[in-house]
């Protein structure tokens, strides 16, 4: 499984990267975007849109499939659980942030171990970088987005500081190993 | 920190020396709230906490406090109060009595919540809630009414979407930290504890709300909390729950008609 964290201003970002990848790619996708709640935001349709990918907002205790995109829904933290199953929680705000991209990064970690890949692009916060680090000491695969080329530093910025062992790659660079490793 | 299989010894610990079952809740948000606790705590392995728990009441209280999640707020998705005015209150006000049950209530945001839109559409008066949670520092608290003024901004703003007509201000009367709800919203409001896993039908209530509480429970626990709440229906009676829960896993799935797909409103029909 692959997870991308960022906040609103990734949007183009993972727009690229799900368009870049092989037609046949179908690892499942988890996008864990901060943004306001309360608001039905057209993340989702646009995404369909512009994509040849069925995307799904979680709902609890869904099952995970491949070849599906899933986003976190705003205002949920997004878990995953033993039997292949997303769940929900609303607990209280982790950075700041529902859904925190740290909450799925550990939970996602704890199931998955080796087979989790976490990617950390642009965002304003350090949300991410705790449970990037995370997914690293479990042996998975941990990129974040290359500080020059990221709108908001903060995000991968902290992840390095916290752990210098991650893959920095910019959004072509992101694209190809993907598809090297997953296709 | 504790991993999964932990955690079943932990909850099978729980359930024999404290008769709480938590064995069909979710487990990756039960496990998330434990290493949360113990983290809190100072505790490193899952030996600690099964001591300290075994050991120190006081320790447990809290323990259990934490992990039955009791995060709330005031209008919290105002789309839903929104489908619920619109669509359930004038088919509740055709009752001379109304009696409403909030399930898993938290600190009462929901509850009050309710009674803010009922007295503004004039059904107050003759509706009883009954709130319940499993958590009796939740009903304490419930009861007592009174929320801290730094989150008033955003519920204010959630009143207004939820389409209020008044201040909420109104309802409450503050001091320079917190608020307190008018007293008139206690006299129809009944919070007791009540533990959907192991306690039965209380009365029978034309609408239930239980929202963001089955996100805790597993399919097998959530299907038999939804056959209570089946049971605690009159037919046409309402069942709301999370926006992003559903019945589909349900065996009483067929009884129910989709009266809002979105905001996850239904009704009994058969």
């Not at chain 1, 997004?78 to 859904?99: A, C, I």
């Not at chain 2, 929901?110 to 949670?133: F, H, N, P, Q, V």
Request: aromatic residues 12%; contains cysteine.
């Amino acid at each position: 499984m692959i997870i991308i964290g960022g906040s609103a201003g990734s949007f183009n970002t993972i727009l690229s990267i799900l368009n870049g990848l092989d037609k046949n790619f179908s690892v499942p996708i988890v996008i864990v975007l901060h943004r306001l709640k309360n608001y039905e935001s057209s993340f989702e349709d646009i995404l369909r849109h512009h994509t040849h990918y069925i995307v799904k907002e979680v709902e609890d205790k869904e099952i995970i499939k491949n070849g599906i995109v899933y986003t976190a829904p705003s205002n949920y933290h997004l878990l995953l659980e033993e039997n292949n199953t997303f769940s929900l929680d609303v607990s209280e705000l982790v950075n700041y942030s529902r859904p925190s991209i740290d909450v799925t990064f550990e939970s996602a970690s704890a199931i998955l171990k080796e087979k989790c890949c976490g990617i950390l692009l642009s965002g304003a916060n350090n949300d991410g970088a705790k449970g990037l680090k995370r997914i690293a000491e479990n042996n998975g695969t941990t990129i974040i987005q290359d500080c020059q080329e990221a709108e908001y530093k903060n995000m991968p910025n902290a992840a390095k500081l916290i752990y210098k062992y991650h893959q920095e790659l910019n959004t072509k660079n992101i694209i190809n190993k993907l598809n090297n490793e997953y296709c | 920190m504790i991993d999964f299989n932990d955690l079943d010894e932990l909850l099978f610990t729980i359930q024999k020396q404290f008769d709480y079952d938590f064995s069909e809740y979710s487990k990756a948000s039960m496990l998330r709230r434990i290493n949360r606790f113990m983290e809190i705590n100072s505790m490193t392995t899952a030996v600690d906490l099964q001591f300290e728990l075994i050991n120190n009441p006081k320790i447990f209280k809290e323990f259990i406090n934490e992990i039955v999640v009791n995060v709330s707020e005031f209008f919290r998705d105002p789309s839903f109060y929104q489908s619920l005015t619109k669509n359930i209150f004038p088919y509740l006000d055709s009752y001379p009595k109304i009696n409403i049950w909030s399930a898993g209530c938290s600190f009462g945001e929901e509850t009050y919540s309710l009674a803010i839109l009922l007295k503004e559409t004039g059904m107050y008066d003759k509706t009883r809630l009954y709130a319940t949670d499993i958590s009796s520092n939740a009903i304490e608290k419930s009861k007592k009414g009174i929320y801290p003024n730094i989150n008033f901004k955003d519920y204010s703003k959630n009143y207004f979407e939820c389409g209020g007509q008044a201040s909420l201000n109104n309802y409450f009367i503050s001091d320079e930290k917190n608020s307190i709800i008018n007293s008139d919203f206690k006299k129809n409001i009944l919070f007791s504890n009540h533990n959907l896993v192991t306690d039965g039908v209380f009365k029978e209530c034309q609408l239930i709300l239980c929202r963001n509480v089955l996100i805790y429970f597993n399919d097998e626990l959530q299907n038999k909390v939804l056959k209570l709440f089946y049971d605690s229906l009159p037919i046409h009676g309402f069942l709301a729950l999370g926006k992003k829960e559903s019945l589909r896993f349900s065996s009483v799935y067929e009884n129910f008609k989709e009266i809002d797909r979105n905001e996850k409103i239904y009704q009994k029909i058969k």
